[in-house]
């Protein structure tokens, strides 16, 4: 679903059916103030960047809103693991490597 900032990504939804105004992030979830998800978080959100650079089923994002530059700007920080590999994926837009090698020419000298 397209989110308040435009772009596309799987975690928001938005209700407007006769008259709702509802919308959510399904990956931050009902945390609680101020720690809680508001629409303007999606416009520096990197997770519709992640889903568009890697869509392995196998990677499990968690996100966070957490508070940047003195406490008065707000964003999301993401972490990924990778359930077939069972580590941390240090970056999401690439993965773990496991399931999507590199090709030989790129490794074989
Ligand atoms: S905050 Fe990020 S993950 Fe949540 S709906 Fe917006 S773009 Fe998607």
């Known amino acids: 679903m397209r989110t308040p900032a435009g772009t596309e990504c799987k975690y928001f939804f938005g ?8 919308e959510e992030c399904r990956l931050i979830g009902n945390a609680a ?15 519709p960047h992640i889903l568009l650079a890697n869509s392995c ?12 530059l003195l406490g008065f700007k707000r964003q999301v920080i ?18 773990c490597g496991q399931c999507h090698p590199l090709p030989p020419i790129f490794t074989e000298k």
């Open 78 to 95: 993401v972490s990924a693991y990778c359930t077939k590999s069972q580590q941390n994926v240090k970056e999401p837009e690439i993965g």
């Open 57 to 68: 089923p196998n990677m499990v994002l968690t996100a966070q809103v957490k508070r940047q």
């Open 15 to 22: 209700d407007y059916y006769r008259g709702k105004n509802h």
């Open 33 to 47: 103030p101020p720690h809680h998800w508001t629409p303007d978080l999606c416009q520096n959100c990197p997770v």
